[in-house]
């Protein structure tokens, strides 16, 4: 992994967790723990695209930044859409 590789993910995970944006936010699903990038799409509509559709180091990093306690749920349970899943937010610990 290079240093600016590392750097991307990080200012993206910053900027997904951050609590001046809502849109996009780096979410965990209450259902089966997976973990999602939520965003508004438009017309008072929300939806998610999986973090396993980017590339491997932005799972390992979330992963091992919420095994090591920098990254906690935050939030009440919400849906995205009528019938989806139930997610909560990811944020940096303070």
């Known amino acids: 992994m290079t ?3 590392f ?3 990080m200012d993206n995970l910053k900027h997904w967790t951050s609590d001046e944006i809502h849109s ?3 979410l965990i699903s209450l259902d089966d723990g997976s973990l999602h990038l939520g965003y508004y799409a438009g017309m008072g509509s929300s939806d998610s695209s999986p ?12 992963e091992q ?6 990254l906690e749920v935050a939030g009440r349970a919400f849906s995205l859409y009528p019938g ?3 997610f909560r937010k990811l944020v940096f610990t303070k």
């Open 84 to 86: 989806s899943g139930r």
């Open 51 to 62: 973090i396993d559709n980017f590339p491997p180091l932005y799972r390992t990093t979330i």
């Open 24 to 26: 996009p936010s780096l």
């Open 3 to 5: 240093d600016n590789a």
């Open 7 to 9: 750097d991307e993910i």
């Open 65 to 70: 930044l919420y095994r090591q306690g920098q």
